[in-house]
């Protein structure tokens, strides 16, 4: 079956320091790779998506590559706020099963 | 427009009481999904729909836990005579298209925050 795994966390970091969370996977048929951030008391949302190998996802400063040779979507940021202080899950879907697989979560705290 | 909305948005009950939560998504998504989510955990799949239909209640954890759409729209799921275990954030999300696109990002409520005492 498909499977997400992600970094532990907490990862704790200073403003402006650079940012990476590991992501593999394993799955079978064709994954579309996402990073979902929440944010404390909120739900899920979207922070950026790849659908095929080699596409880079990017949106507010992060970028995740989807590398099918290594099956991994690992997250960065070149520089960090505290305001990205948040859960990041990492997400899978693919055309063999309509339930998407989450990743357990990476809690990152910044400190100014 | 309008996003994915849940009530209540927190519940606080007695063991063995039977709560329900409600799911609003968005509008002309026909996929809905639940999710738990414990202190500190990941997401745990309940439940989907796809229209009114549940074609997988594998994430069910117990007989105690039910859920029904109705309309294709409002979801409501269902946690009878619960336990202390119960105790966490449900989080419901829809998405618009047919099953199997894997393109279809997910779009979250903000959740239910159970408490049982």
């Known amino acids: 079956g498909n499977s997400v795994t992600q970094m532990e966390g907490p990862v704790t970091l200073s403003e402006e320091a650079f940012l990476t969370i590991n992501c593999t996977y394993t799955a079978t048929g064709y994954p579309s790779l996402f990073w979902y951030v929440q944010y404390p008391g909120e739900g899920l949302q979207l922070l950026l998506k790849a659908t095929k190998a080699d596409d880079k996802g990017s949106n507010k400063g992060f970028e995740a590559t989807y590398r099918k040779e290594t099956t991994s979507f690992h997250l960065e940021k070149g520089s960090v706020q505290v305001s990205d202080s948040a859960v990041y899950f990492c997400?899978?879907?693919?055309?063999?099963?309509?339930?998407?697989?989450f990743g357990r979560g990476t809690s990152l705290i910044v400190h100014p | 427009g309008a996003g994915v909305s849940q009530s209540p948005s927190n519940k606080v009950t007695e063991k063995g009481k039977d709560v329900e939560l409600r799911c609003d998504p968005i509008?002309?998504?026909?996929?809905l999904y639940w999710y738990r989510q414990s202190l500190g955990q990941g997401l745990e799949f309940l439940i989907y729909f796809q229209g009114n239909s549940a074609p997988d209640k594998s994430g069910l954890p117990s007989d105690r836990f039910s859920a029904e759409r109705t309309g294709g729209s409002v979801s409501t799921l269902t946690i009878q005579r619960t336990q202390q275990e119960d105790s966490a954030v449900y989080l419901c999300?829809?998405?618009?298209?047919?099953?199997?696109?894997?393109?279809?990002?997910?779009?979250f409520g903000p959740g239910t925050r159970l408490t049982v005492l």
């Open positions: 999300a829809s998405t618009p298209g047919t099953s199997g696109s894997p393109y279809n990002e997910q779009f």
């Open positions: 509008s002309g998504h026909t996929a």
């Open positions: 997400a899978l879907t693919s055309t063999i099963s309509y339930i998407p697989t």
